[in-house]
Every structure is written in C-alpha cells, then in structure tokens.
C-alpha cells in the first residue's frame, strides 16, 4: 500500500508539473524585426530613424532588447547591383542601448545621422535588433535614398508682440534643380536639445510663421529650414541662423 501511494503521489506531480506548458525555444525569443525605418535628408546628411520593437517572432512582450545594428550599402546601376550578395551590405553604426552612442531618442523612436555620402550616389539601410543573449533580429524593411546637393538656409527673422512671435522668412534661391516648397520651422528653449520636428505640420509656404503657442515670460530660439523638392524628394537645408523671441508686455 505505501509503494502505491508512492507512484500515486509521483504521477500526480509529473501531471502537476506538465501543466506548466511547454518550454519556449530560443527562436521564439528573438525581437520581431522592425517595419518603420526611415529616411529623409536634412542639410548634407540622411537621418534615420525607427521605432523601438516590443515584440518578439512569436508576438511576445520584448522585454530584453539591447541594441541595433545598422547596415548600408551602395546601390549600383541596374545590371550591376546585387542586393543580396553577402558583401554588399556593411555595418555603419553598432548602437548599445547600455551605453548608447551615436543615436538620439525621441519618444519611442531612434534618429542616426549619416553624414559620410557623396552627391548623385544613392544608399540602402536596414536595421537589426538583438536582445540580451545577442538573438539578433530578421533584417527591417529596406529603405533607400540618393544624396542630393540641399537647398540653402533660409533668412529668418523674429519680431515679438504681446500675444505671439511673428517669423518673417527669407528663402535663397535654389543652387541645384528643383523647387522650393517652403520652410520648416523649429524652437527650443535655452538650455533644451535641438529639436527633433519642426513646429509646423507641413511646410509653411509663406514668408512669415505666426507661432502663437508660447508663454509670457519665457525666452524661444528659432531655427528654419528651406524645403526644397530635388529629384523627386523633399529634402530640407542646414538650419538658418538662429533668432530670439519672447512676449513683450502688453501696453
């Protein structure tokens, strides 16, 4: 009778213990690629930016991402390219979210500048992610983008009143094909990084930008960019000069 209650008591802990559900393997584990990468031209350099992923292959909860890899290549004319050969793709940025360099954050999205690009050559990215035990992801959508010459700053100027800060913007004419769409305009506080977007939705086509949100008694920094379409893409200057704003005392 005990050596029965023995197995008993054994078999049920093996059914107790199989309840738990099957181990995960490890390829359920690595990170879900990412699917937003982007690229936009600002001033002589590309920006790219992504979203930071939260789930796995298996739609779990990422909840060990370490960092990315980014990779580049050049894209060669028809006939010559090979986007799959192994040794067209090149790492241009390893980024450690322990120690990150070289990256900027804004919200849940990543922003690198790559400023080594030759004019008239056009450049392909993608991005992996990898977790803790460097599970590295399936590569991201691939984006490309071919550097143009950029338009030239705009002259900005700023005049303050009681109820907002009124920016008057002078375009330069373009140095390379193409057409101005407008200006794209941006502010920080002192103190604050540079910002990330600009304060309008789409390009002001205008001359002048009415910025009606500020505060009484703080002191604004503006900066603009030319908007310009080259080669079929909307691509902004280096900033303008920087201006000073403020609400003045109502009479």
């Known amino acids: 009778m005990k050596r029965l209650l023995c197995l008993t008591g054994l078999l049920l802990l093996l059914a107790a213990c199989g309840r738990r559900g099957a181990l995960l393997p490890p390829e359920a584990l690595v990170p879900a690629p990412i699917a937003d990468l982007q690229v936009a031209q600002r001033g002589e350099d590309f920006e790219l930016s992504w979203s930071r992923p939260t789930k796995t292959e298996k739609g779990l909860p990422l909840k060990d991402l370490a960092g990315f890899s980014l990779f580049r290549r050049v894209v060669l004319p028809p006939g010559e390219d090979c986007p799959n050969c192994p040794d067209s793709w ?22 690198v500048a790559d400023a080594d690009l030759q004019t008239g050559t056009t450049y392909a990215y993608q991005v992996r992610s990898y977790n803790l035990e460097r599970a590295t992801s399936r590569a991201s959508n691939t984006v490309r983008r071919t550097a143009q010459t950029p338009p030239t700053p705009p002259t900005l100027q700023a005049v303050s009143s009681p109820t ?17 769409v407008g200006a794209n305009i941006y502010r920080q506080k002192p103190g604050e990084p540079p910002p990330l977007q600009p304060l309008n939705p789409e390009p002001v086509p205008a001359n002048t930008f009415t910025d009606s949100t ?23 200057s ?8 403020q609400l003045t005392e109502p009479d």
């Open 90 to 111: 090149r790492p241009l940025l390893g980024i450690d979210l322990e120690f990150p360099q070289g990256v900027r954050q804004a919200g849940n999205r990543f922003i």
């Open 164 to 180: 907002a800060i009124i920016l008057t913007i002078s375009p330069a004419p373009l140095p390379a094909p193409g057409s101005v």
């Open 214 to 236: 500020v505060r009484p008694g703080e002191s604004y920094r503006y900066t603009a960019r030319t908007v310009a379409r080259i080669g079929g893409e909307m691509v902004e």
């Open 238 to 245: 280096r900033p303008s000069s920087e201006v000073n704003g």
